[in-house]
C-alpha cells in the first residue's frame, strides 16, 4: 500500500524555522509530482509548494514565497519543505501529497487533484 508519513511538525515562535519531511514507501518519490499542502482552521486545503517530476520545476504560493524551499532526496526516497521566518498565519496542518507525473504539476498543486495523501502534521506558530 502506498503511503506518505510527514514529520517535523510542532510548535514554533513566529520568525522560526521548522523543517518538514515525507517519507514515501511503496512507491518513488524521484518519478511523481510531490507536493505540500495545509488547512487552517475554518480555511479550505491550499496548496503551498510542488515540484515536478519532469524537470525539477517548482511552485510556491505567493504567502510563503522567499520563505519556504521544497527539496526532495531521490536516496532517501524523501521529500522536505523548509520554512523559515514563520508567522502566526503559518499554522495548520501540513500534509504531503503524491501524483502521477503525467498530470500538470502546477494544475494540481493549485487545485489539489493528487492521487495520494499523508495524514498531516500540525505546525503552530505561536509566542
Known amino acids: 500500500q502506498v503511503q506518505l508519513v510527514e514529520s517535523g511538525g510542532g510548535l514554533v515562535q513566529p520568525g522560526g524555522s521548522l523543517r518538514l519531511s515525507c517519507a514515501a514507501s511503496?512507491?518513488?518519490?524521484?518519478?511523481?509530482?510531490i507536493g505540500w499542502f495545509r488547512q487552517a482552521p475554518g480555511k479550505e486545503r491550499e496548496g503551498v509548494s510542488c515540484?515536478?517530476?519532469?524537470?525539477?520545476?517548482?511552485y510556491y504560493v505567493d504567502s510563503v514565497k522567499g520563505r519556504f524551499t521544497i527539496s526532495r532526496d531521490n536516496v532517501k526516497n524523501t521529500v522536505y519543505l523548509q520554512m523559515n521566518s514563520l508567522k502566526p498565519e503559518d499554522t495548520a496542518v501540513y500534509y504531503c501529497?503524491?501524483?502521477?507525473?503525467?498530470?500538470?504539476?502546477?494544475?494540481?498543486?493549485?487545485?489539489?487533484?493528487?492521487?495520494?495523501w499523508g495524514k498531516g502534521t500540525l505546525v503552530t506558530v505561536s509566542s
Open positions: 501529497a503524491a501524483a502521477s507525473r503525467y498530470k500538470d504539476y502546477l494544475m494540481t498543486c493549485q487545485n489539489g487533484g493528487m492521487d495520494y
Open positions: 511503496r512507491f518513488t518519490l524521484a518519478y511523481v509530482n
Open positions: 515540484i515536478s517530476s519532469r524537470d525539477g520545476s517548482t
